[in-house]
Every structure is written in structure tokens, then in C-alpha cells.
């Protein structure tokens, strides 16, 4: 019964590269979220989707960032010319459905930009 | 912001003691959770409380909710080393899914 799964677990950039990072959810699970957690900080909200929709990106920067969950394959967030304020730890976690679920996170992607 | 506040930042017990964490959030909830997440790793989800439950067990942790507060607090009964890691309350604030985040606190015990 395997978990969340991300990968790459660590991913280093150059800046003006491109960053993807993948997420496959529990099995069954539906919804997924992703997360960035900044050094020495708790994590911020970044989008909410479910199997071909997003449902709330409010917490998504409105460039260079993007994201979705395809009907086959895992969620991707992507990040396209990365700077090195992009650098922190992304988190996937998935649920079985929206609201008052508890969540389940995956290992994480530590982001490098050098 | 929404984010609530946890408090103590940081808590540096003994193994065998007790440690306790609080969280205060802003408005009204449907369900307060809590987190572990070791360092450099993932977060494992510990216990949910919905808003019309006041207290909830799972093994050596409690959590309390106290809605006329706005606050929760977990419980670890007799610490171990391994439970060295920090401590995050979230909640959606009935925003259907995404979970705002406290700050957490970060527990230390020494053996």
C-alpha cells in the first residue's frame, strides 16, 4: 500500500532552468495539494486539484508557476526560469476527497536553484 | 492572514516528561489537525478533531479543542527521544481542502 510518491527527491537548478516535480497520490485518493515550505518556516498553501481541474490556485505565484493533475500520470507543479528564491522543500499530499479529510504527504523535493 | 500561532516556538524537555503545544486560529473551523514532521522529511498526519469534539486520544498523544477560544493544544505523554521533531497545527477554515499552517513548534528531547 504505497504512499504519496514524489520525485525527484532532491532536484538542483541553475537559475533560468526549468523545475519539474511530480507527484502520484495514495491509491484511490483523488485530490491533491502542494506545499512550500521555506527554510526555518511552516508550509503555505500553493494549489488544490483534483483529476483535470484546479480548484484553487490561490496560493500559486502568478508567474512562472503552474500546475495540474492529468487524468493518467501524476500531478506535476512546474516552474519555469527559476530563481534562487524558488529554492525550499515542495510538498504533495493527496485525500480521498475535499474538505474535512486529513491529509497525506509525500517525502518532499528539495529545490536548489543555483 | 489566517495563519494561526503555536506556541511555544520551541520546547526542550526530558525523556519521561510531558510536552505540551498550543495552537490559536482565527475564525471559525470545521476540523483542527496535527502534524509531525521530522527533520528534513515529510509531515505524518497524528489526529484530526472536528469542531463538535472537545478531546481525542491516539496512544500517547491528546489533543484538546476549545472553540469558544479558538485554541487547541496536543498533549505527548512520556516523551521519548523520538519524538524530536516539529509540530504543526493546520486547518481549511471551511475553505473546502487547503490547509493553513501555523508556524509549529519544535520539540526537543533529550535522553
Known amino acids: 500500500n504505497a504512499g504519496v510518491m514524489q520525485n525527484p527527491r532532491h532536484l538542483v537548478r541553475r537559475r533560468g532552468q526549468e523545475a519539474r516535480l511530480r507527484c502520484s497520490p495514495m491509491?484511490?485518493?483523488?485530490?491533491v495539494y502542494w506545499y512550500r515550505q521555506l527554510p526555518e518556516e511552516g508550509l503555505k498553501f500553493m494549489v488544490y486539484?483534483?483529476?483535470?481541474?484546479?480548484?484553487?490556485e490561490s496560493g500559486m505565484p502568478k508567474e512562472r508557476f503552474s500546475a495540474e493533475f492529468p487524468k493518467e500520470g501524476p500531478s506535476i507543479l512546474r516552474i519555469q526560469q527559476v530563481v534562487r528564491g524558488d529554492s525550499a522543500a515542495y510538498f504533495c499530499?493527496?485525500?480521498?476527497?475535499?474538505?474535512?479529510?486529513?491529509?497525506?504527504f509525500g517525502p518532499g523535493t528539495r529545490l536548489t536553484v543555483t | 492572514s489566517q495563519q494561526g500561532e503555536e506556541d511555544p516556538q520551541a520546547l526542550s524537555i526530558q525523556e519521561g516528561e510531558n510536552a505540551t503545544m498550543n495552537c490559536s486560529y482565527k475564525?471559525?473551523?470545521?476540523?483542527l489537525q496535527w502534524y509531525r514532521q521530522n527533520s528534513g522529511r515529510g509531515l505524518v498526519h497524528l489526529i484530526l478533531?472536528?469542531?463538535?469534539?472537545r478531546e481525542k486520544h491516539s496512544g500517547r498523544l491528546r489533543v484538546t479543542l476549545d472553540t469558544s477560544k479558538k485554541s487547541s493544544s496536543l498533549l505527548i505523554t512520556a516523551s521519548r527521544a523520538a519524538d524530536t521533531a516539529s509540530y504543526f497545527c493546520?486547518?481549511?477554515?471551511?475553505?473546502?481542502?487547503?490547509?493553513?499552517f501555523g508556524q509549529g513548534t519544535e520539540l526537543s528531547v533529550k535522553p
Open positions: 475564525t471559525s473551523i470545521n476540523n
Open positions: 486539484l483534483q483529476k483535470e481541474n484546479i480548484i484553487d
Open positions: 499530499a493527496s485525500s480521498p476527497a475535499g474538505g474535512a479529510y486529513e491529509q497525506y
Open positions: 491509491k484511490g485518493h483523488s485530490h
Open positions: 493546520a486547518t481549511d477554515y471551511n475553505q473546502g481542502g487547503k490547509l493553513i
Open positions: 478533531i472536528r469542531s463538535n469534539e
